[in-house]
């Protein structure tokens, strides 16, 4: 992946940034279902400032993906590798935030929230669409004791002759930056076949995370990072289905309650 960004685009702090990217996928190392795929693109992305707190973000990308079966692909992914083994897609984004926190990185007060969505574009060799809307807010309960609460959740689909979101663009769940105490990608439905790993959800996704953070003194800091070192207990849930669905409905919400230094 490779991005040339311009933070002062122009003089009104409209920032753009472009970027090729190629990856090659094979899942067979990870706990998710098995595939293998190849994808090559590139594009041009914008952030605009609407306010001190708001800003819009715009981009557009082409990818070239390639998408190639193993011996343990589970046959709801068999079915659409062998439909749509070889893709030329344009996709759109874009996002809205607001973001009211005191710190990016160790926030006292304050919240962020984010709605996103993407979509193929009408003649792309997929047609689909995905929309998230993510939160997170900051609470200083006493000195240096702040409660974090977190949540997310997405929506998508494929339309026109698409009639199903694209199995690489499913929602997961599990591991450090969603439900922590869970490894990474193991929460959602599991495919069929002999493996049954996970499959992700097909077209939805909620989570949700709570943590308690606690600042240590200002003499334990770093003199160049102050607050790096956080104590941290955590109470995450998230969506676990026993199925494959478009939206789970044989839904549960393990938690784990974890603790981090």
Known sequence: YIEYRNPYHTAEGVSRALFINREKIDTDSVTTADY??????????????????????????VEDIYLESTTSTPPEYQSFIDRYPDNLNFNLSTGFSKDTR????FARRGSFRKISAEIGIPGSDLEYYK?????????????????NARGDIGYGDGYGELQELPFFKNYYAG????VRGFESRSLGPVST????????????????????????????????????FN???????????????????DV???AKAVTQV
């Open 36 to 61: 293998a795929s190849e994808t090559t693109g590139g594009g041009i992305r914008y952030k605009i400032p609407m306010s001190e707190h708001n800003a819009l973000s715009l981009s557009l990308a």
């Open 102 to 105: 005191d710190s990016i990185f």
């Open 131 to 147: 929309v998230s809307v993510r939160g997170s807010w900051y609470r200083q309960l006493a000195g240096r004791l702040i409660l």
């Open 175 to 178: 591991g450090a930056s969603s």
């Open 193 to 228: 076949g002999v493996d049954a790993d996970p499959a992700a959800a097909e077209g939805f996704t909620q989570d949700y995370n709570m943590r308690l953070l606690h600042r240590p003194a200002a003499a334990l800091r770093s003199a160049f990072q102050p607050g790096i």
């Open 231 to 249: 104590r941290v207990l955590a109470l995450d849930a998230g969506p676990k289905a026993t199925a494959t669905t478009s939206v789970p409905s």
């Open 252 to 254: 549960k919400f393990p």
